[in-house]
């Protein structure tokens, strides 16, 4: 079975600063990669995602995450971070072959202060 | 429809009682699934449909949850005899190819149980 590891609940940043949110997974088969945004008050959107390939992805509203086999991660990354970031963001992994169920972390509270 | 739809968007009952919980999904999307998020916590997988394939119902708590769906529309989540553990934001996700497309979220319905 596939499972993810957040492993920060909650991350503060300053507006304008480089962000980065952790995400670990664990799975016996290959896999597929997610992150997903939770605004306040809205449901979840799709940021970004690996299937193959360039293990650099490039998402919505200036988001990169990396794809790194050898240390089973896949680590969201923002350059310089808005007030409008502010959200719950979720990592989730799903088995590239058969059922396609996504499995989700615990996500993490990204909250931007000025 | 544009969107995946749920209702009601919240819904208090009394404990004992039993709920049905309704999800639109996109027309078209033969994948749709269901997940639970309690308070401050990640997303949990409750049961999957693939068309007419026999559902993944390997997520649900107990005996008292159940689902169904009819071909590839309308899905209802019911539960019976609710507890206050029940508690929590219950999400509709439908999809048509997940691993090209993700999955399209509905804004889920809050259940209070009191």
């Known amino acids: 079975a596939q499972s993810v590891t957040q492993l920060d609940s909650q991350v503060p940043v300053f507006e304008e600063a480089p962000v980065e949110l952790r995400c670990n997974y664990s799975s016996s088969v290959s896999v597929y990669l997610f992150w997903y945004v939770q605004y306040p008050n809205q449901g979840l959107q799709l940021l970004l995602k690996?299937?193959?390939?360039?293990?650099l992805v490039k998402g919505i509203n200036g988001f990169e995450a990396e794809f790194n086999k050898s240390q089973t991660s896949f680590h969201l990354r923002k350059p310089s971070v808005h007030i409008s970031d502010t959200a719950e963001y979720f990592c989730?992994?799903?088995?590239?072959?058969?059922?396609?169920?996504?499995?989700f972390g615990q996500g993490t509270r990204l909250t931007i202060n000025p | 429809g544009a969107g995946v739809s749920q209702s009601p968007s919240n819904k208090v009952t009394e404990k004992g009682k039993d709920v049905e919980l309704r999800c639109d999904p996109i027309?078209?999307?033969?994948?749709l699934y269901w997940y639970r998020q309690r308070l401050g916590q990640g997303l949990e997988f409750l049961i999957y449909f693939q068309g007419n394939s026999a559902p993944d119902k390997s997520g649900l708590p107990s005996d008292r949850f159940s689902a169904e769906r009819t071909g590839e529309s309308v899905s209802t989540l019911t539960i019976q005899r609710t507890q206050q553990e029940d508690s929590a934001v219950y999400l509709c996700?439908?999809?048509?190819?997940?691993?090209?497309?993700?999955?399209?979220f509905g804004s889920g319905t809050r259940l209070t149980v009191v």
């Open positions: 027309s078209g999307h033969t994948a």
């Open positions: 996700a439908s999809s048509s190819t997940p691993h090209l497309y993700g999955y399209t």
């Open positions: 690996y299937l193959s390939g360039s293990t």
């Open positions: 989730a992994v799903s088995k590239s072959q058969g059922a396609q169920k996504l499995v």
